[in-house]
């Protein structure tokens, strides 16, 4: 039976995993991880992708990658390629180091997300490699809780979904992973598309990437967007959060709430607090102002 034909989607967030051939290791020396890093963070710049989430296991890797215009394939192409080049020169060896095809799912960030970023930073959990994330030191679960900075991964999207203060953020990240509900890949929270496995979302998902007026989302965060927004309506963070019912202000505040949900940098919930308001408020802010913010 053929292979499915992989989906490219600008803007798409995709978890991949790329494991040794015959699942043999991928890392034979101590500075080998740290290599992978350099090579990742000039593969991400080089083809405008964002890195939200990693883990280097023993013999396989897990990304949870965002693309731009280039295709995923082309991006992994360039880790595995030169990095198996790195270590076949290191190691004096032939071969393939890596399995002929990545693994690779197109995620619905809106609803996976968080949980795509809990299962790969407890991935050396399960594998008993470490009793808790933070005693494992090759994941991005040390950005996530602001103890390491490593600046191509990009932890704001995440991080923004769960609070739009920096602290509170990282302390319900830490909450998260202490949750002990059992993630298992294609089953329960992370159960594939039934029609599509190389889907992570529902038929909705899929047909609204599919639609004409769909846009990916877009590469900037929520506190970017609002330094925008008060660029662009002259007015501050303070004014917007404020609460007058000015209607500029209110104008201004529906744009914002209108470009962060529809460019998916960040839930109306996210927006809502930021704004001071609640989230049903923010829906109708963006109703009422239709209009005038379109």
């Given amino acids: 039976m053929p292979r499915r034909p992989r989906l490219h989607v600008r803007g798409g967030f995709y978890h991949v995993t790329l494991r040794g051939n015959h699942r043999q290791a991928i890392f034979f020396q101590a500075a080998d991880r740290a290599r992978l890093d350099q090579i990742v963070a000039e593969s991400l710049q080089l083809l405008s992708a964002r890195l939200h989430a990693y883990c280097w296991m023993t013999n396989h890797m897990h990304l949870l990658v965002q693309v731009s215009d280039e295709p995923l394939g ?3 192409l360039r880790i595995a390629g030169k990095y198996a080049r790195m270590v076949q020169l290191a190691m004096k060896t032939t071969g393939h180091l890596f399995e002929r095809r990545h693994h690779a799912v197109l995620v619905d960030s809106d609803k996976y997300l968080l949980t795509l970023i809990r299962y790969i930073h407890l ?42 203060d920096p602290r509170a953020a990282r302390l319900k990240y830490l909450q ?40 990916p989302r877009k590469w900037k965060n929520l506190d970017e967007l609002l330094a925008e927004c008060c660029r662009r309506f002259q007015v501050t963070a303070h004014d917007l959060a404020s609460p007058s ?45 239709r209009k005038d913010v379109a």
């Avoid at 294609?186 to 529902?202: E, K």
């Avoid at 000015?246 to 919930?269: C, D, F, H, P, Q």
């Avoid at 809502?272 to 802010?285: M, P, Q, S, V």
């Fill in 245 to 289: 019912r000015n209607r500029y202000l209110s104008t201004a505040r529906a744009w914002l709430s209108k470009e962060a949900v529809a460019g998916r940098i960040a839930t109306a919930t996210a927006v809502a607090r930021i704004l001071g308001r609640t989230e049903t408020a923010i829906r109708r802010l963006v109703e009422r102002h």
């Fill in 74 to 76: 082309k991006l992994i």
């Fill in 123 to 164: 991935n050396p959990v399960r594998a008993r490699l470490a009793a808790k994330p933070g005693d494992y030191a090759w994941t991005s679960h040390h950005e996530y809780a602001g103890n390491r900075c490593k600046p191509w991964v990009t932890t704001s999207v995440g991080l923004d979904m769960l609070s739009a």
């Fill in 176 to 215: 998260l992973l202490d949750s002990d509900d059992n993630l298992r890949w294609g089953a329960g929270q992370l159960r594939l598309n039934q029609d599509n496995p190389l889907v992570l979302g529902d038929d909705s998902f899929l047909a609204r990437i599919k639609a004409p007026d769909w846009s």
